[in-house]
Nanobody, 123 residues
Framework: QVQLVESGGGLVQGGGSLRLSCVAS????????MGWFRQAPGKEREFVAGITRSSSTYYADSVKGRFTISRDNAKNTVYLQMNSLKAEDAAVYYC?????????????????WGQGTQVTVSS
């Protein structure tokens, strides 16, 4: 049984930083690509960042230069460092584990999801 548990969300002032963590269990973490997605009220779930099993990274244009995804295979954990946060970054953030070693920017490419963690950005 694969489980993904996110943490690190919260309320932050605009321009501030947060670091999200996602701990995975249930299958060999290092074999799979991981992704972070977010969903704001009334909007579709959107890709934020992804990391392959060899730690190549990909970002949505809206977060390039501000967010950094990384992974620690020894800890079965993927991170999302978010800097220079803006009001439009506010959403529920989800980590997801790919169905293969390939990274996808689309939700169907992932077969396991965490429960989500809320990020709120105040102006």
């Amino acid at each position: 049984q694969v489980q993904l548990v996110e943490s690190g969300g919260g309320l932050v002032q605009g321009g501030g930083s947060l670091r999200l963590s996602c701990v995975a269990s249930g299958r060999t973490f290092s074999s799979y690509a991981m992704g972070w997605f977010r969903q704001a009220p009334g909007k579709e779930r959107e890709f934020v960042a992804g990391i392959t099993r060899s730690s190549s990274t990909y970002y949505a244009d809206s977060v390039k230069g501000r967010f950094t995804i990384s992974r620690d295979n020894a800890k079965n954990t993927v991170y999302l460092q978010m800097n220079s946060l803006k009001a439009e970054d506010a959403a529920v953030y989800y980590c997801a584990q790919s169905s293969t070693f390939l990274m996808s920017t689309r939700p169907p490419g992932y077969d396991y999801w965490g429960q989500g963690t809320q990020v709120t950005v105040s102006s």
